[in-house]
Nanobody
Framework: QLQLVESGGGLVQPGGSLRLSCVAS????????IGWFRQAPGKEREGVSC????????NVADSVKGRFTISRDSAKNTVYLQMNSLKPEDTAVYYC???????????????WGQGTQVTVSS
């Protein structure tokens, strides 16, 4: 079964950037759609971005469009989330997860990682 581990979170000032990594083991990212989700305190987990198993299709939520970019390095079995122009409202725990197809439905994804904290604050 695919196992995912996120990293790259941290504390950043508004307007700053971070790149999150989602490293897979027990399988290849090329055979799965990989999604990034986030959950802020007191809020439901929400979909942020997704890359299809073929790598040819990506989705980005309206709230982060133009600021976040998802990409994949098959050789490293890793999916990235590049986050630019960060805002305080981007503060959350960020998770990656796998699914047969891209969507923003939490229930459609399995193999969740443990999450990485992103805090945007001055």
């Amino acid at each position: 079964q695919l196992q995912l581990v996120e990293s790259g979170g941290g504390l950043v000032q508004p307007g700053g950037s971070l790149r999150l990594s989602c490293v897979a083991s027990g399988g290849t990212v090329d055979h799965h759609a990989i999604g990034w989700f986030r959950q802020a305190p007191g809020k439901e987990r929400e979909g942020v971005s997704c890359i299809s198993s073929s790598g040819g299709s990506t989705n980005v939520a309206d709230s982060v469009k133009g600021r976040f970019t998802i990409s994949r390095d098959s050789a490293k079995n890793t999916v990235y989330l590049q986050m630019n122009s960060l805002k305080p409202e981007d503060t959350a725990v960020y998770y990656c997860a796998a699914s047969p197809d891209c969507s923003y439905y939490v229930w459609a994804f399995a193999s969740w990682g443990q999450g990485t904290q992103v805090t945007v604050s001055s």
